[in-house]
């Protein structure tokens, strides 16, 4: 099997691929051949998009903070959380 010169691959494509796979709704031989992508690659990419997607919600108020320091907040904000 002659071996191809290394890809890259777009983040949107990487996340396209992982969500996919996530979703497992084929197998991998079917997601590495649709996508002409390994096995392991796609497996590679899940395993980091399932590490990282707590990351999202983690951040919390912290990120909030930083985005209000950096960009400044709206004009109207709405401060009632339901409480």
């Not at 690659?41 to 707590?54: C, F, G, S, V, Y």
């Given at each position: 099997?002659?071996?191809?010169?290394?890809?890259k691959h777009s983040s949107a494509f990487k996340f396209k691929v992982a969500l996919a796979a996530v979703k497992g709704e084929h197998t991998m031989a079917e997601f590495a051949q649709g996508f002409d992508v390994h096995p392991n690659?796609?497996?590679?990419?899940?395993?980091?998009?399932?590490?990282?997607?707590?990351?999202v919600f983690a951040a919390g108020e912290s990120s909030l903070e930083?985005?209000?320091e950096r960009y400044g907040g709206p004009e109207i904000m709405n401060t009632d959380q339901g409480s």
């Open positions: 099997m002659k071996r191809r010169p290394g890809r690659q796609i497996m590679q990419w899940k395993t980091l998009l399932l590490e990282r997607a707590t990351g930083e985005a209000l």
